[in-house]
């Protein structure tokens, strides 16, 4: 067995477990969405005007619940044999798809993390709201095509039953709430297609209240526990008609922990070749260890049992594209079989990654062209005014930590709307160059954050 020392940082996060937040904008014309910087203070309240016409439709009750998924003091209504596994499928085909084009554009020296979980709940919210070759073609980019729309929300539901009933030693929450413009009537099959499968919470709200980006902010604080800030950074555009937002968050504990005496400043070299003097944490004992040709990785298992951190360390004489480039879903199913309990020793970083981006350019390249183009796509399943709506911003912002006791994280996608005028011997893994890592959900192969890492520091 051969030691596992990284010459430059470089991670890429693959995380399933740990999605934190999607949200989706829809709006006019002109810009909408964004973040402040505000505390967490205020609760989630109704709009002053909750009258019909500032609803959702006349037949769609206004809620202000906060649209948790599943709350966590009921009990699960699924069980792991009710997951469409052509779901899963679909789920892991765009999260390598979705990394692959965000990969090809990042800096080579930075760090990213996504959670493709996220970024897929919001899409599958908006794709209720699209028809004809908008649909189409939303549908293909999430590997969905080859599910009806039924069997897509469904799967959607188990999955996320599933996910924030992963038992006490684990807490996933994942959220979703819609935020009409006050006085629009939307399509009440939408809006109760997405409070049925995704339990959404609809509220609606005077856009051209000071207030009202800060109600939106509020709730994403709530739901991301603090980690995630805020989604709209400016005030709402007169033209912005709906937020659709999905909030996710995750904390757990390793099953052993990492001895904090243990932990020591030593050599990280990062994607540029400097070395940097960081903590690196350290332990030894049984892990699920696999060594392949040009890398090695390890499975380090949260309580419970039933999700896992798994990183990727390339050998030193690789970089890390050249690893990510091999990434596919068939080569990832392969690895996840192959993971034998093995004796070793582990060295690996304490971090902090906060990411941001625009998904635009990276979902048009996979095909959603359409739904960004004001004159031709099709949204007329969520509202039909006889005006034209597109998707007109994509963002998406993660938080993860990950020290001695275990891992933190959270993310947020927002979508903004504009309607016309988001082995056997003992090893030695040393996790101190760039390295691929990813959490993930053993029962439904879900992966909720993925993303790189190729330097250590705030």
């Known amino acids: 067995m051969k030691a596992i020392h990284s010459g430059r940082p470089t991670w890429l996060?693959?995380?399933?477990?740990?999605?934190?937040?999607?949200?989706?904008?829809?709006?006019?014309?002109?810009?909408?969405?964004?973040?402040?910087?505000?505390?967490?203070?205020?609760?989630?309240?109704?709009?002053?005007?909750t009258g019909p016409n500032a609803n959702i439709s006349k037949d769609t009750e206004t809620r202000t619940d906060k649209g948790s998924a599943s709350p966590p003091t009921t009990a699960a209504k699924y069980n792991p044999e009710n997951y469409d596994t052509r779901l899963a499928d679909?789920?892991?085909?765009?999260?390598?798809?979705?990394?692959g084009q965000i990969s090809q554009s990042s800096s080579a020296a930075a760090n990213d993390f996504l959670s493709p979980l996220s970024i897929a709940t919001a899409l599958a919210m908006t794709a209720n709201g699209a028809g004809g070759d908008t649909l189409t073609a939303m549908n293909k980019v999430l590997h969905m095509d080859g599910l009806d729309t039924p069997a897509r929300n469904h799967g959607n539901e188990v999955l996320m039953d599933l996910l924030t009933h992963s038992g006490k030693e684990i807490e996933v929450s994942i959220a979703n709430s819609l935020w009409a413009k006050e006085g629009l009537e939307f399509n009440p099959d939408f809006m109760e297609t997405n409070k049925t499968f995704y339990n959404a919470a609809v509220d609606s709200l005077d856009f051209q209240d000071a207030q009202a980006a800060e109600q939106i902010n509020d709730w994403v604080r709530q739901q991301t526990r603090g980690k995630i800030d805020s989604i709209i950074d400016h005030e709402i555009d007169p033209?912005?008609?709906?937020?659709?937002?999905?909030?996710?968050?995750?904390?757990?504990?390793?099953?052993?922990?990492?001895?904090?005496?243990?932990?020591?400043?030593?050599?990280?070299?990062?994607?540029?070749?400097?070395?940097?003097?960081?903590?690196?944490?350290?332990?030894?004992?049984?892990?699920?260890?696999?060594?392949?040709?040009?890398?090695?990785?390890?499975?380090?298992?949260?309580?419970?049992?039933?999700?896992?951190?798994?990183?990727?360390?390339?050998?030193?004489?690789?970089?890390?594209?050249?690893?990510?480039?091999?990434?596919?879903?068939?080569?990832?199913?392969?690895?996840?079989?192959?993971?034998?309990?093995?004796?070793?020793?582990?060295?690996?970083?304490?971090?902090?990654?906060?990411?941001?981006i625009t998904l635009n350019e990276a979902l048009k390249a996979l095909g959603m062209e359409q739904a960004f183009d004001l004159q031709n796509a099709d949204f007329t399943p969520m509202i039909d005014r006889g005006t034209k709506v597109a998707i007109k911003e994509m963002r998406h912002k993660t938080f993860i930590n990950v020290d001695e006791k275990g891992t933190e994280a959270a993310a947020v996608t927002s979508v903004e709307m504009e309607e016309q005028s988001a082995s056997s011997n003992p090893f030695v893994m040393e996790v101190n160059r760039p390295f691929f890592f990813a959490i993930h959900d053993q029962r439904t192969s879900s992966i909720l954050f993925m993303g790189a890492v190729r330097q250590i520091g705030e």
């Open 90 to 99: 679909a789920q892991l085909a765009f999260a390598f798809d979705l990394y």
């Open 13 to 49: 996060l693959s995380a399933l477990a740990a999605g934190l937040s999607a949200s989706l904008l829809l709006s006019g014309c002109g810009a909408a969405g964004g973040g402040n910087n505000t505390s967490i203070s205020k609760q989630h309240e109704s709009s002053k005007n």
């Open 239 to 356: 033209n912005t008609i709906l937020f659709l937002l999905n909030a996710i968050y995750f904390k757990a504990s390793w099953a052993g922990a990492f001895r904090e005496d243990l932990t020591a400043i030593k050599p990280f070299t990062n994607a540029q070749a400097t070395e940097q003097q960081v903590p690196m944490m350290f332990k030894d004992g049984k892990f699920d260890y696999l060594e392949e040709d040009g890398f090695q990785a390890v499975r380090i298992p949260y309580n419970g049992g039933k999700m896992s951190m798994l990183v990727f360390l390339p050998d030193a004489n690789r970089e890390l594209d050249e690893f990510l480039n091999g990434l596919t879903p068939k080569q990832w199913n392969n690895w996840l079989n192959k993971f034998e309990r093995t004796s070793g020793q582990l060295t690996l970083p304490k971090f902090k990654i906060e990411y941001e």
